[in-house]
């Protein structure tokens, strides 16, 4: 493999002309980094970045420390950062907390070893001492999507999505509907995602004059199985919600499935709407109503603000509205909205439905 000095043979200059060349250090004549350039391509000459990144200090590696790489969100969230890092000449190393704690501080002490640059983290639970600590230590720190709340002592900008107006719009529209049973399942308290739109759908209940009960709030982990559980429960309380929300799509996914299993279908029995819009909402049996996030250009800021403090520029929190997308799973385009569906009652008004068997 070529060397730098070959380059440097080659272009008649001497290496740390190469260097300050590659670098476009400004004491290099065109006319040289031109011979130095071409020389590069002639002999394939690829540089030694951890050669570089002992000279320099840098990596130009950035960490991303996600909550759950298998929640659609994060995947096309993590695709944005890696890309945008790319556009700005950063790699970036991902780890996967599987909203596990201990897994999220393995992979920052990983990434704190490889040397990474910056870290951009979606904290898992409510954070740990060793995530506010990187901070302090002062390895530029950007939090995305969730965040810690309290932590003021550390500058960490924040990236992320208020959903409060959308959830506003998706009461809005399942009053509308005539729905006025609303229940939801919840993602984990020690979150921000998870406190934030259990508050959210409380407020804008209470907008329409509606209260939420405890027995309609469903504890789940953002995890589907989670949805299926907190749903089952649901349908059988003696008066079930006659409209669900879920948190996120993948309890989004296993309410589907509970309501399925029980012989019951959405929206003729009970309504459904997510936080989260996947593409395979669209193809699911109905269309699912969804609250969708600007995921993308979450992640693309994300990274322009830690990107913008590693290189001593001021870095700025961004919050970027969601916006409500109506589908077909709240009884939409059905006359009278939230009106009995023509194959039998809703559940929980008196009469039991058709196919329900209870376990
Ligand atoms: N958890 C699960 N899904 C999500 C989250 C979250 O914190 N934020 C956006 N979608």
Same mark, same amino acid.
């Given at each position: 493999?070529?060397?730098?000095?070959?380059?440097?043979?080659?272009?008649?200059?001497?290496?740390?002309?190469?260097?300050?060349?590659?670098?476009?250090?400004?004491? #290099?004549?065109? &006319?040289?980094?031109?011979?130095?350039?071409?020389?590069?391509?002639?002999?394939?000459?690829?540089?030694?970045?951890?050669?570089?990144?002992?000279?320099? &200090?840098?990596?130009?590696?950035? $960490?991303?420390?996600?909550?759950?790489?298998?929640?659609?969100?994060?995947? %096309?969230?993590?695709?944005?950062?890696?890309?945008?890092?790319?556009?700005? /000449?950063?790699?970036?190393?991902? /780890?996967?907390?599987?909203?596990? =704690?201990? @897994?999220? &501080?393995?992979?920052?002490?990983?990434?704190?070893?490889?040397?990474?640059?910056?870290?951009?983290?979606?904290?898992?639970?409510?954070?740990?001492?060793?995530?506010?600590?990187?901070?302090?230590?002062?390895? =530029?720190? +950007?939090?995305?999507?969730?965040?810690?709340?309290?932590?003021?002592?550390?500058? #960490?900008?924040?990236?992320?999505?208020? $959903?409060?107006?959308?959830?506003? %719009?998706?009461?809005?529209?399942?009053?509308?509907?005539?729905?006025?049973?609303?229940?939801?399942?919840? $993602?984990?308290?020690?979150?921000?995602?998870?406190? %934030?739109? +259990?508050?959210?759908?409380?407020?804008?209940?209470? !907008?329409? $004059?509606? %209260?939420?009960?405890?027995?309609?709030?469903?504890?789940?982990?953002?995890?589907?199985?989670?949805?299926?559980?907190?749903?089952?429960?649901?349908?059988?309380?003696?008066?079930?919600?006659?409209?669900?929300?879920? !948190?996120?799509?993948?309890?989004?996914?296993?309410? @589907? &499935?509970?309501?399925?299993?029980?012989?019951?279908? +959405?929206?003729?029995?009970?309504?459904?709407? !997510?936080?989260?819009?996947?593409?395979?909402? *669209?193809?699911?049996?109905?269309?699912?109503?969804?609250?969708?996030? =600007?995921? /993308?250009? @979450?992640?693309?800021?994300? *990274?322009? !603000?830690? #990107?913008?403090?590693?290189?001593?520029?001021?870095?700025?929190?961004?919050?970027?509205?969601?916006?409500? +997308? #109506?589908?077909?799973?709240?009884?939409?385009?059905?006359?009278?909205?939230?009106?009995?569906?023509?194959? /039998?009652?809703?559940?929980?008004?008196?009469?039991?439905?058709?196919?329900?068997?209870? =376990?």
């Amino acid at each position: 493999m070529p060397g730098i000095k070959d380059v440097a043979a080659r272009a008649g200059v001497s290496v740390a002309t190469v260097s300050r060349a590659l670098n476009r250090h400004p004491s #290099v004549s065109e &006319d040289a980094r031109s011979r130095v350039l071409a020389a590069v391509e002639e002999l394939g000459y690829r540089p030694n970045a951890v050669a570089r990144s002992l000279r320099t &200090d840098q990596t130009r590696t950035l $960490g991303l420390v996600i909550s759950d790489v298998l929640n659609p969100y994060f995947t %096309e969230l993590a695709r944005a950062v890696e890309e945008e890092a790319r556009s700005l /000449g950063y790699s970036v190393i991902i /780890g996967n907390a599987d909203e596990r =704690p201990d @897994l999220q &501080d393995h992979h920052i002490r990983t990434l704190r070893d490889r040397r990474i640059d910056g870290l951009l983290v979606s904290p898992t639970d409510g954070g740990t001492p060793l995530l506010l600590d990187t901070a302090r230590a002062g390895t =530029p720190v +950007v939090f995305v999507d969730r965040w810690i709340p309290g932590a003021d002592d550390v500058d #960490v900008p924040v990236v992320r999505s208020d $959903g409060r107006d959308a959830v506003r %719009e998706l009461v809005a529209h399942l009053h509308r509907l005539g729905h006025r049973r609303l229940a939801i399942i919840a $993602g984990p308290a020690a979150t921000t995602t998870g406190s %934030e739109r +259990v508050e959210a759908f409380r407020e804008a209940l209470a !907008a329409h $004059g509606l %209260e939420l009960p405890d027995a309609y709030i469903g504890q789940g982990d953002f995890q589907a199985e989670s949805g299926r559980r907190a749903t089952e429960r649901f349908l059988d309380l003696s008066e079930p919600p006659e409209a669900v929300f879920a !948190a996120d799509n993948l309890m989004a996914l296993g309410a @589907l &499935d509970a309501v399925r299993s029980r012989g019951l279908r +959405v929206p003729h029995d009970i309504a459904l709407a !997510a936080f989260d819009d996947i593409p395979w909402f *669209v193809h699911t049996d109905p269309p699912v109503t969804a609250i969708a996030q =600007p995921t /993308g250009e @979450l992640g693309r800021a994300a *990274v322009r !603000a830690l #990107v913008d403090r590693i290189e001593g520029r001021a870095a700025r929190s961004v919050t970027l509205p969601a916006r409500l +997308v #109506v589908r077909r799973s709240c009884g939409e385009g059905r006359e009278g909205g939230g009106t009995p569906p023509e194959n /039998g009652p809703r559940p929980g008004n008196g009469t039991e439905p058709q196919k329900r068997s209870n =376990p």
